[in-house]
């Protein structure tokens, strides 16, 4: 599969910034994912491009440039996965095309395939960043409670 841990760090960030009031620095970020700050800085560059954060230089940190309802899933995996990829799953280059399956199977596997990536994206699209922010405060809570 094409979907790498930068869409997971894309989404920590997003609910990390969401949540927090004042502008979060890479740094500061960085110390949330546990990662170095030049993965955050290369993912907020990502995050940026698409319209998603901006980044004030200095102490002015990132935030959010649209409400985090208005912010789903698949903007997020546009935004750091899908662009210029195309493709979620990639078949095997050079089937023998002399055997009658090596043939055919690139062709089947597109067709189910592609409705896989279809549904994916689909499921995507109706999760936003308040929702996970707020199952993620659910989460907080329960165990606060225990």
Known sequence: MQISSRFTIAVHMLALI?????????????DSVNTNPVIIRQISRALKKSGLIDVRRGTGGAYLT??????????????VEAVGKGKLFHAHENPNPNCWVG????????????KAQ???ETILKEISIQEITELIAQKKNASSEA
């Not at 969401?18 to 960085?30: C, D, G, K, M």
């Not at 409400?67 to 899933?73: F, P, Q, R, V, Y």
């Not at 043939?103 to 592609?114: E, F, G, T, Y």
């Open 18 to 30: 969401q949540v927090r009031t004042n502008h979060l620095t890479s740094e500061q970020i960085a």
């Open 103 to 114: 043939a055919n199977i690139n062709q089947v596997l597109d067709l189910i395939l592609s």
């Open 66 to 79: 649209r409400e985090a309802g208005d912010i789903t899933l698949y903007d997020v995996y546009q935004a």
């Open 118 to 120: 279809a549904a994916m």
